[in-house]
């Protein structure tokens, strides 16, 4: 199962995090394993672009795991603006 996640994973060219502020407060150490091996792709493996996008203004980092820093440092976010509910 987890080889035939990595080689889907592989064949994409982007990978796309989302951060909700108000979320923030869940426990981010149950990740599925399909986020796992798209993160230890995109930074060790260096196989994907990561895109990070905030849905708000995240005041503290901190409460994410390293990896989610550690991309927010090198590459930065996007900012939404707008109304993503309608």
């Not at 080889?3 to 108000?22: G, Q, S």
Request: charged share 25%.
């Amino acid at each position: 199962m987890v080889n035939v996640i990595d080689e889907n994973i592989r064949l994409c060219r982007r990978l796309i995090i989302v951060i909700d502020p108000d979320e923030l407060s869940l426990d981010l150490s149950k990740n599925l394993s399909e986020e796992q091996i798209a993160v230890y792709s995109a930074l060790i493996q260096d196989g994907i672009k990561v895109i990070l996008i905030e849905l708000g203004k995240v005041k503290d980092y901190t409460a994410l795991p390293e990896s989610i820093q550690y991309i927010k440092q090198k590459h930065g976010a996007v900012q939404w603006s707008g109304d993503f509910t309608e």
